[in-house]
């Protein structure tokens, strides 16, 4: 049987860093989970969450799927984030993308991978609402990552329209929702212009962000 020796290596050389650094780290964390953000990125495991940020445990409630998709039927998605907003009370939610998803990918090409496609089928809806978009786009790689933003785009505003976002805006709770983008080229986030603190304001952001692709 293997047993990952080398991880758990790992994790004591981590430990250890994290205590010379600082001693009472550990006790600190233990005693806090305060984050004013939640995350919904994608598994991807070159996106980890709170380096690209540059955030300690802690600050950052993370939910992440393949291609950072909000699905309505998703309990696990929405539980996350209903915890986050009603009892952490978390100020942000951000969702992020990433250029050359490869779930996007998929949802683009037709690919057929197994059981993930019917996830990826909420993804190829994108891709059909936005067929005159994507189709002045004749580069192969810009289309891919047109689509990426267009699917942030899009998942921005299921956050919104979820009853979680909109029973905290209506008890004049503190909220924004954020479209963002990464590039594993260069490590860089990008604002994809897309930003809801208001349930009437979601119309007019979304139409700027459909104009607005950074590509």
């Known amino acids: 049987m293997k047993h990952l020796k080398h991880l758990f290596e790992n994790n004591l050389d981590w430990a250890d860093a994290r205590k010379e650094e600082d001693p ?18 994608c598994s991807d495991s070159r996106v980890p ?3 690209i940020v540059g955030l300690p445990p802690g600050e950052l409630f993370v939910h992440r799927n393949v291609a950072n998709v909000v699905v309505h039927s998703d309990l696990n998605c929405l539980s996350v984030m209903q915890y986050a907003v009603d009892v952490l009370k978390v100020k942000h939610i ?6 050359g998803c490869g779930g996007i990918k998929a949802a ?32 192969p790689e810009a289309k891919l ?26 008890r004049g709770q503190d909220l924004s929702v954020h479209g963002w983008i990464y590039s594993i080229n260069d490590g860089v986030l990008r604002d994809l212009n897309i930003c809801v603190d208001a349930s009437g304001e979601s119309k007019q952001a979304y139409q700027n962000a459909l104009k607005s692709g950074l590509i």
């Open 94 to 99: 951000i969702v992020c993308g990433h250029y």
């Open 49 to 51: 969450a709170n380096e």
């Open 145 to 170: 990552n047109r689509l990426c933003e267009l699917n942030v785009v899009e998942q921005v505003l299921n956050v919104v329209n979820t009853t979680i976002v909109q029973d905290a805006w209506s």
């Open 24 to 41: 009472e780290y550990f006790r600190k964390l233990r005693n806090q989970q305060t984050p004013e953000y939640l995350w919904i990125g």
């Open 108 to 139: 683009l090409d037709d690919a057929r991978l197994g059981l993930i496609d019917n996830w990826v089928q909420h993804v190829k809806d994108i891709r059909g609402k936005h067929r005159q978009l994507l189709a002045e786009i004749e580069e």
